[in-house]
């Protein structure tokens, strides 16, 4: 089992920034992807970034060039930069972990971002 404890959400006005973080424990396979993921109200949750533990990362089109992935191996700890913040980018953020051998997925519970003027 792998717990996970994300902080960092709040309210931002057009522009600001903010950085979300999510802190995994608990029995860590070393080869894992660690990942944020969003969920706007009325809508499905959709993918943000990803990293793998080797330090691959993948975005979302959506925001490319404004948010940045990375990730902390020694406290298992995954963090979003998110910059040029929109109104769009309002929604529920989740951290998720997962590994392929064994297959394996978890969630954290999620922190709101706001972003409103």
């Known amino acids: 089992q792998v717990q996970l404890v994300e902080s960092g959400g709040g309210l931002v006005q057009p522009g600001g920034s903010l950085r979300l973080s999510c802190a995994a424990s608990?029995?860590?396979?070393?080869?894992?992807?660690m990942g944020w993921y969003r969920q706007a109200p009325g809508k499905q949750r959709e993918l943000v970034a990803t990293?793998?533990?080797?330090?691959?990362?993948n975005y979302a089109d959506a925001i490319k060039g404004r948010f940045t992935i990375s990730r902390d191996s020694a406290t298992n700890t995954v963090y979003l930069q998110m910059n040029s913040l929109k109104p769009e980018d309002t929604a529920v953020y989740y951290c998720r972990f997962s590994t392929l051998r064994p297959t394996y997925l978890t969630w954290g519970q999620g922190t709101q971002v706001t972003v409103s003027s």
């Open positions: 608990g029995n860590i396979f070393s080869a894992n992807t």
């Open positions: 990293i793998t533990s080797g330090g691959s990362r």
